[in-house]
């Protein structure tokens, strides 16, 4: 079965200050991890992917395999960065967290 | 290129009453997805097409709720008869996919949702 687990509903920051966004998961196979935000008013939109290994907007996630994990990191959050975010699994089909509300404070 | 359609954004019927929803996926997208998302839960996957054949429906709550790919573009679907927990964001998504590839890396591409209250 795949699972994916965000333990927080709400991850409140203040601007400059570093952010982490938890996600675990459960898969016997070889996961595609992904990383999906919905900023206000707007579509559910793909931030990054596992095996992209890529920065974008200044967000990086890595696969730790043996912890079952792809957190979701920032070293310097943003206002503009408020939104909610959904951590994603595909194995036999794309399962989602029930994700995180991200909350910048200025 | 243009996103996914979705219509109509925003439904308010009675329990026992019918809905149909619409979806047009991006051009040239083989797989096109239906998910529900409850408030404070993420997306469900309902259906999955890869063209006009289902590739997994085993969340679908097939008493109720139906869905077709006619020609393998457009989607609809259909929940009849409502009920009060069917309340939700109907999101359809879709994705250049066309199965043949083991490892996907394909981008899914959400459209805006249909949103449903049944009261």
């Known amino acids: 079965a795949q699972r994916v687990t965000q333990p927080e509903k709400l991850l409140s920051v203040f601007k400059g200050a570093p952010v982490e966004l938890k996600c675990n998961y459960s898969?016997?196979?070889?996961?595609?991890l992904f990383w999906y935000v919905q900023y206000s008013r707007q579509r559910l939109q793909l931030l990054l992917r596992?095996?992209s290994r890529e920065s974008i907007k200044g967000f990086t996630a890595d696969l730790n395999k043996g912890e079952t994990s792809f957190h979701l990191k920032k070293p310097f959050a943003q206002e503009e960065d408020s939104a909610m975010y959904y951590c994603?699994?595909?194995?036999?089909?794309?399962?989602f967290g029930a994700g995180t509300i991200l909350r910048v404070k200025s | 290129e243009a996103g996914v359609a979705q219509s109509p954004r925003y439904k308010i019927i009675e329990k026992r009453q019918s809905v149909a929803f619409w979806c047009n996926p991006i051009?040239?997208?083989?797989?096109l997805y239906w998910y529900q998302q409850i408030l404070g839960q993420g997306p469900k996957l309902l259906i999955q097409f890869q063209n006009n054949g289902v590739v997994d429906d085993s969340q679908l709550p097939k008493d109720r709720f139906s869905a077709e790919r006619l020609k393998g573009v457009d989607s609809t679907l259909k929940i009849q008869p409502a009920k009060l927990e069917d309340s939700a964001v109907y999101l359809c998504?879709?994705?250049?996919?066309?199965?043949?590839?083991?490892?996907?890396?394909?981008?899914?591409?959400f459209g805006e949702g249909s949103w449903l209250t049944v009261v």
């Open positions: 596992h095996i």
């Open positions: 898969y016997s196979g070889s996961p595609e």
């Open positions: 998504a879709s994705s250049r996919n066309d199965g043949r590839q083991k490892f996907s890396g394909n981008t899914i591409y």
């Open positions: 994603a699994l595909k194995g036999n089909k794309l399962v």
């Open positions: 051009s040239g997208h083989a797989t």
